[in-house]
């Protein structure tokens, strides 16, 4: 998911910085765009969320919560004073307590009714105190407005916003005060879960992987690897981190350890009756420095073709992105070489960076295609091209962060590289079978009031991101959203016959990435950086640990009506949706009943579209499969339905605070509720009720106590929990290992016996292994001691009632342990 999602309604970054003289909290920043000025209540990315005091930073920017402080958040307020010819001039900044604190996350059935009938009686009271602003006309700069475009009464719209349809289902005031959980989805909907190669796979240096741009916005220690030569790259660690970082020092370096993990991650899969598993290839990881014509990574190749092949062997349908975020560094390197935002010298995108990605492309599918079947070409443009240009994502460096230029030309060249792998795909990869497409995202903006002008600013937010990546693909003409460019005027670049042809129609299916829900107003002072002129709240939402998430399951069916009829009811699959909580502990994270009543109503509310909208939903992939690393925001922010352990620890290569950074070797994973419902309604194909006396959620570790076989060797083995401290002993037989012939198997010599395949039931040797962990569904084995690894982990599979283990072995459970007095003669 993308932390920031509603900055572009009510943000503008007006000027750049260089990183200020010394570190913060161990870290010195890079140089990077300023994100100094709120127009609103947004907070900016670069602000340092620590802070206690009021006081403004040197960059002019209020002090932001981290996730949930207290009962209060801070608010900006700005007043944008006369339009300069290049710059706004800003009158002041000035801060306030808002008191009236949105319902935190943890009160959803509360939150219900609020969400159903927020504020009804103030709709009237709010259009009362607003009529006499309709229809304002304000004057602004080109800094703002592009040359050829107008602010007109209703901006985007020739015959004003009279014309505008509320959007439906529900009227305003009329939203669900209750959901329902009973009903089937249609036969083949996939369920299924999604995760990111950055997020999840670690191993930033091994295996002749290249540099990312997030490694080196982290800060990542670069140095020496390949494409890490730019122009801003780290020259000598420590090495700086992007001044938007929030978490500083905390890196994809380790992340959740996927890389070494893969077995443990599919063993937890199969656990949990998954059948289908989106998740991305990193780019530096295939092509290090991002170009072919340097070398493909042999070894990286051989990481995902066993990854796909054990998903198979799962059972498990990959569905596989190209693109989520991690730009090979080697492609950008300002200014020679720009990466999406390349231009030529009259300022245009000029599309330098399209044949290297049709060059990964085409290694992707001659080496995967034939047993991947679904490709998404891109996750999320507008987060990896609007955020990242300056709003905290990365890169956010000065040569690219001019919000009136650079997502633009990014988004036009991103659109043409889509096209152009489309159509190869299409072309020469045919006769694989597969299916491709595009996933974009967008929350939802409900109009605040029945304005007209409220409705239009809700749909230009809406329009303003979700269109700009969606009406060149799936509209009429190829092109962008008239709305919009009426708006932008010369900022939209403009396609040529040809990319309008390849584009139109370029998916197969519509992807889309949805969260939460806000609500819109029409403020005619402010066009915000996307000049939707939309004030965006959050009033009577629950919401989640992210700064930027507040849940509605009603907005998500209005979020998918929207899809349904701007783009004629396309195939559409859900390819993201997910709730952040805090928890430091195992302890704290399983029970994420907040996670599970997002699902339930999300759910509830995507079957009612699909049976009574008539929407053509095929598929919804929940974020994400596990806890990872949350971009920016680092690892203090957890979407995950399994709890990860990240083993916090040293890490040599992070740029500061390197003594509690995520480490190799010992991580672990555990199955919150979400996971455990999730699986319920997947198994089911229908709807269950989130209620605990419904639902009682994940099983304890009591069922590690018992007997059990060992489908594969045919031996039997005791495992007895140790009362209630975590830990479980193991005692059983193994198949017989046979006297050792001295120095048998080195120089040469003659090669070693090996063990037998099966257990004899006469002359098995004996196994016993203490301190086994165990924790909920979870059980990890230290198998060091006996030449095994260390970090040996399984499932329980409620299904089957048996152990899935990391090496894909089976214990099914065969009685319940009970302890025998023997009496010795």
Known sequence: ?????????????????????GPQGGCTHSRAASMSVQLGY?????????????????????????GRLGSRRWAGRACVGAAALALLAVGFVALSW???????????????????GYLQGSFEKALKGRAG???????????????????????????????????????????????????????????????????????????????????????????????????????????????????????????????????????????MGLKHYRFSISWPRLIPTGKVKDGINEKGKAFYNGLIDALLEAGITPYVTLYHWDLPQGLLDPPKVGGWWSRDSEGKPDGAITQEFVDYGKVCFEAFGDRVKTWVTFNEPWTALYLASGWGKAPSIPEFSDMTTDPWIGGHNLLNAHAAVVDLYRREFKYQGGQIGITNNCDWREPKTTSPEDIAAAERSVLFQLGWMSDPIFGKEGDYPPEMRKVYGDRLPNFTHHQKKLLKGSADFY?????????????????????????????????????????????????????????????????????????????EAVSDHDRVMY??????????????????????????????????????????????????????????????????????????????????????????????????????????????????????????????????????????????????????????????DTCTGTDDDMMEIKGVRVSGGSIVVDYSKKGGPQNFGGFWNDATKSIIWADGNVWEKVGIYKKVNVKME
Request: with cysteine.
């Open 1 to 21: 998911p993308r932390s920031r999602s509603h900055f572009g309604s009510r943000t503008h970054p007006l000027h750049f910085r260089t990183s200020r003289a």
């Open 42 to 66: 947004e907070i900016a990315a670069g602000a340092d969320p620590t802070r206690a005091s009021g006081e403004l930073s040197d960059e002019s920017a209020p002090p932001t919560p981290a």
């Open 98 to 116: 808002r008191s009236d604190r949105e319902i935190e996350s943890g009160s959803w059935e509360d939150a219900v009714e609020l969400e159903g």
């Open 133 to 271: 602003k309709q229809g304002t006309k304000v004057s602004l700069a080109n800094s703002l407005l592009g040359k050829n475009s107008s602010l007109p009464d209703c901006p985007g719209y020739d015959t004003g916003c009279a014309g505008l349809k509320w959007p439906m289902p529900y009227k305003i005031g009329e939203y669900p005060k209750v959901y329902d959980y009973e009903g089937k989805f249609p036969k083949d909907f996939i369920w299924g879960m999604g995760t990111a190669a950055y997020q999840i796979e670690g191993a930033y240096r091994e295996d002749g992987r290249g540099a990312s741009i997030w490694d080196t916005f982290s800060g990542a220690d670069t140095v020496g690897m390949p494409g890490a030569a730019c122009s801003y790259c780290c020259k000598k660690p420590p090495c700086d981190v992007n001044a938007a970082m929030f978490d500083k020092g905390a890196t994809g370096n380790v992340a959740a350890d996927h890389y070494h993990m893969w077995e443990t991650d599919i063993a937890m899969m199969k656990s």
């Open 511 to 587: 992807g889309l990435n949805h969260y939460g829900t806000s609500w819109a107003a029409y403020d005619p002072t402010t066009p915000g950086a996307d000049l939707s002129y939309a004030n965006v709240t959050h009033e009577g939402l629950p919401e989640g640990m992210s700064i930027w998430l507040f849940g509605s399951g009603w907005g998500f069916r209005k979020m998918m009506n929207w899809v349904g009829r701007r783009y004629d009811n396309p195939l559409t699959l859900v390819t993201e949706g997910g709730w952040s909580l805090p928890a430091d502990t195992a302890a």
């Open 599 to 756: 699902y339930a109503n999300y759910t509830s509310e995507m079957l009612k579209a699909i049976h009574e909208d008539k929407l053509n939903i095929k598929g919804y992939f929940a974020w994400s499969l596990m806890d990872n690393y949350e971009w920016e925001r680092g690892y203090k922010e957890r979407f995950g339905t399994a709890y990860t352990d990240f083993d916090y620890g040293y890490d040599k290569f992070a740029p500061c605070n390197n003594d509690s950074q995520p480490t190799v070797g010992r991580q672990w994973r555990q199955r919150k509720d979400s996971s455990c419902w999730l699986e319920q309604v997947s198994t089911k194909n229908a709807l269950t009720s989130p209620s605990k006396s419904d639902f009682p959620g994940c099983v304890d570790s009591s069922v590690f106590d018992g007997l059990f076989n060992d489908t594969t060797s045919g031996c039997n083995r005791t495992m007895q929990l140790v009362g209630s401290s975590g830990k479980a002993d193991i005692l059983g037989s193994m198949p017989k290992m046979p006297w050792q012939p001295h120095g048998c198997g080195q120089y040469g010599k003659q090669a070693c016996p090996k063990a037998a």
